[in-house]
């Protein structure tokens, strides 16, 4: 398994084909939610070829957006179907890794532990420091694709979404859980602040 080529082949792709309306669903996108996997992992006591498995859903998680932005989940799956057994991947490892990548379709539904984790890793900005600014990258696309218009359209969007949401691991119900909440009650607040 040859997982650096598989990631070179698909970062490149990403830097290339992603269009440029998608602020948010962009190649940073993808490295953060890489980089998050990374961390998650190691503190959920995941190695071996599960965190190679890991690091490649990560890297492929929104692939799929090159070619569509309507369920892209599946778009992605049929990229690495395609190209991962190129790269040596089996078709267990495959088919592990768009259980990962379908998981993370929103309301997220993942079903084993590094599904979980990629989970928690694609959301993890919610409950860091870099909310308002990866968020205002969220907005933009949004606003771009015509999905909703205002700002406090956008918060109202927010506050329903991270009511919903819910972290999987236990090490972002710990390290991020408490961080989102402060979040949603600074959004309420600002929609108390802003009536219409």
Request: glycine letters at 6%; charged letters at 25%; proline letters at 3%.
């Amino acid at each position: 398994m040859d997982a650096l080529g598989a990631k070179a082949y698909i970062l490149e792709r990403l830097r290339t084909e992603l269009p440029k309306e998608r602020t948010y669903h962009s190649l940073g996108h993808t490295l953060d939610v890489y980089a998050s996997a990374i961390d998650i992992a190691e503190q959920e006591g995941i190695s071996g070829e599960d965190l190679v498995l890991l690091k490649t859903a990560a890297l492929y998680h929104d692939c799929g957006f090159i070619m569509h932005g309507i369920d892209h989940e599946e778009h992605g799956c049929t990229v690495v179907r395609e190209q991962l057994p190129r790269f040596g991947y089996s078709a267990v490892q495959v088919r592990r890794i768009c259980d990962m990548i379908m998981a993370t379709r929103i309301p997220q539904a993942p079903r084993n532990k590094l599904s979980r984790i990629l989970c928690d890793a694609d959301l993890d900005y919610l409950g860091r420091g870099d909310f308002e600014v990866i968020g205002a990258t969220l907005f933009a696309e949004m606003r771009t694709f015509g999905v909703l218009k205002t700002e406090r359209e956008w918060n109202q969007l927010q506050v329903r979404f991270l009511e919903r949401h819910t972290y999987f691991t236990s090490t972002n119900k710990r390290l991020r859980e408490p961080v989102k909440q402060a979040h949603l009650a600074a959004l309420r607040t600002w929609l108390v602040e802003h009536p219409e």
